[in-house]
């Protein structure tokens, strides 16, 4: 019965050996794995910051058109020269169109 006992031990440390080096091989790959998905994923994360940020700039400025519309459609067309919203109005749809012409990705 000692015998079977010890043979029986034997039998699974010889195992666990083996066992616990496929282990540490497995935990190896997979700690790798993450690292590259972590990449991956950062990256996408990066792209779709960039391209939500192009979407709001084009919506400000598409906002500010809107209000440019109707401060010009209010005021006669004599005094639009002089009109200092309007002018505040097209200098920073300007600054915004050069903002999204730079972020706007290469082709």
């Given at each position: 019965m000692?015998?079977?006992?010890?043979d029986?031990?034997?039998?699974?440390?010889?195992?666990?050996?083996?066992?616990?080096?496929?282990?540490?091989v497995?935990?190896?790959?997979?700690?790798k794995?993450?690292k590259?998905?972590e990449?991956?994923?950062?990256?996408?994360?990066?792209?779709?910051?960039?391209?939500?940020?192009?979407?709001?700039?084009?919506?400000?400025?598409e906002?500010?058109?809107?209000?440019?519309?109707?401060?010009?459609?209010?005021?006669?067309?004599s005094?639009?020269?002089?009109?200092?919203?309007?002018?505040?109005?097209?200098?920073?749809?300007?600054?915004?169109s050069r903002?999204?012409?730079s972020?706007?990705?290469?082709?």
């Amino acid at each position: 019965m000692v015998k079977k006992k010890k043979d029986i031990k034997n039998t699974m440390l010889d195992i666990w050996k083996v066992t616990k080096d496929d282990f540490e091989v497995a935990m190896s790959e997979t700690s790798k794995l993450i690292k590259r998905g972590e990449t991956h994923v950062k990256s996408f994360s990066g792209k779709s910051k960039d391209k939500l940020e192009l979407i709001s700039a084009k919506l400000r400025r598409e906002n500010l058109y809107y209000q440019l519309g109707k401060k010009v459609s209010s005021t006669t067309k004599s005094k639009w020269k002089d009109s200092k919203i309007i002018n505040e109005l097209r200098s920073e749809i300007s600054k915004l169109s050069r903002e999204i012409k730079s972020r706007e990705p290469k082709s």
